[in-house]
């Protein structure tokens, strides 16, 4: 017969637990360390938000409106390539979209991947953002540099 994870546990398995330090061997689960939390902030600082805004005008780079209000809700920085496929924080994989993950062209960014990457809004794991032309709504067509600047 199989023991569910609380049912009572054998004077063996106590014994075996008691000896390895485990304080009160009643259960399994006690012995379980938690697991270790990953670093979750991968978002840019705040100099570099700065250097993205200014260089894409204060401008959603797909819609051309203003970006006013509070970061995350009103406008966002978007990873061209997604930090899911390696993406980082450097200026040329930066842009600035008005909305969030669920409105705005921010959204409509994610939910058409095919014609966000035909732009340049989204980029490949296999390709550089430095290296991949984008339509920008101020500037037309452009690669984005480093140092945050376009050409």
């Not at 600035?96 to 035909?118: D, F």
Request: glycine fraction near 10%.
């Amino acid at each position: 017969m199989r023991r569910s994870p609380m049912a009572a546990m054998s004077a063996k398995r106590r014994a075996a637990l008691a000896a390895t330090g485990v304080a009160f061997p009643s259960s399994t689960l006690l012995s379980r360390k938690p697991a270790a939390k990953r670093a979750r902030d991968t978002d840019p600082d705040a100099a570099t938000v700065s250097a993205v805004l200014e260089r894409d005008g204060y401008q959603c780079v797909v819609c051309a409106c203003g970006l006013l209000g509070t970061r995350g809700f009103d406008y966002s920085v978007h990873h061209r390539k997604l930090r899911s496929q390696g993406g980082d924080n450097r200026l040329s994989n930066l842009i600035s979209v008005c909305g969030h993950g669920t409105a705005g062209c921010h959204a409509n960014i994610h939910g058409a991947p095919a014609k966000a990457m035909e732009a340049g809004w989204i980029v490949s794991r296999e390709h550089d953002p430095a290296q991949t032309l984008m339509a920008h709504s101020l500037y037309g067509h452009v690669l984005l540099d480093n140092k945050g600047g376009v050409a």
